[in-house]
């Protein structure tokens, strides 16, 4: 079956590094893959998407990878905030389907 | 902005109830979803809807069933609520495109729901 995988023990950095999420995913082809935010007690929010035939996509101080040999993607945060401190979802998607399949997440605390 | 009305924030229930969970959308999408968020198990899609009276299961349908009367209300129903359905439920909407994978969904801030 389809498999995400996002590491699942929580990232903490120092206000001003760089942060790294990764997320792995088994058994699928996505043709695209999109990142989410999620705060406490709020939904997610759509940040970033990056299909597969893109290697790279920046926003701002975001920047997400596509590798579809090893089937992963990486989610940088540059110069990173407080503020950004929060959980973040990967969801790989595969062809037209409206559907997401949704990793568990992995919480970010970044120290002042 | 895009917004997704959840009815309730919190909401307590006992177990043989039969609950009604309200997600209404201001943005005209075609798309719906119902999502429960568990700890250690992320987000779950129960059921989606892309059209009015359409509805299609999503990996934990069981439990459950769904309303789409009108394009912009999605309802999620627990026939009899039972203690193991005690979750965040979150519903989402998205755009409907020809190419469909490429539109985000726009989620509210979820009902915290107690089956006791």
């Known amino acids: 079956s389809q498999k995400i995988e996002q590491n699942s023990e929580a990232l903490n950095i120092q206000e001003g590094k760089t942060a790294t999420l990764t997320c792995n995913y088994t058994?699928?082809?996505?043709?695209?893959l999109q990142w989410y935010r999620q705060d406490p007690g709020r939904g997610p929010v759509f940040l970033l998407l990056?299909?597969?035939?893109?290697k790279e996509k920046r926003k701002e101080r975001l920047k997400v990878t596509f590798d579809t040999t090893l089937k992963q993607s990486l989610f940088h945060i540059t110069a990173s905030q407080p503020a950004d401190s929060a959980t973040y979802l990967c969801a790989p998607r595969s062809g037209n389907t409206g559907k997401l399949i949704f990793g568990q997440g992995t919480t970010l605390q970044v120290k002042p | 902005d895009v917004k997704v009305t959840q009815s309730s924030r919190y909401l307590v229930k006992r177990t043989g109830e039969k609950v009604f969970l309200e997600c209404v959308q201001d943005m005209d999408h075609e798309n719906m979803f119902w999502y429960r968020q568990d700890p250690g198990l992320g987000l779950r899609l129960i059921y989606f809807?892309?059209?009015?009276?359409?509805?299609e299961k999503g990996d934990i349908p069981e439990g459950y069933s769904v309303s789409r009367e009108k394009k912009e209300r999605f309802s999620l129903i627990l026939e009899s609520a039972s203690t193991n359905q005690t979750s965040m439920y979150l519903c989402?909407?998205?755009?409907?495109?020809?190419?469909?994978?490429?539109?985000?969904?726009?989620f509210g801030d979820g009902t915290r729901l107690s089956i006791l």
């Open positions: 989402a909407s998205s755009f409907r495109s020809l190419r469909q994978a490429n539109q985000p969904q726009h």
């Open positions: 058994n699928y082809s996505p043709a695209y």
């Open positions: 809807s892309y059209d009015v009276k359409m509805k």
């Open positions: 990056i299909r597969e035939n893109e």
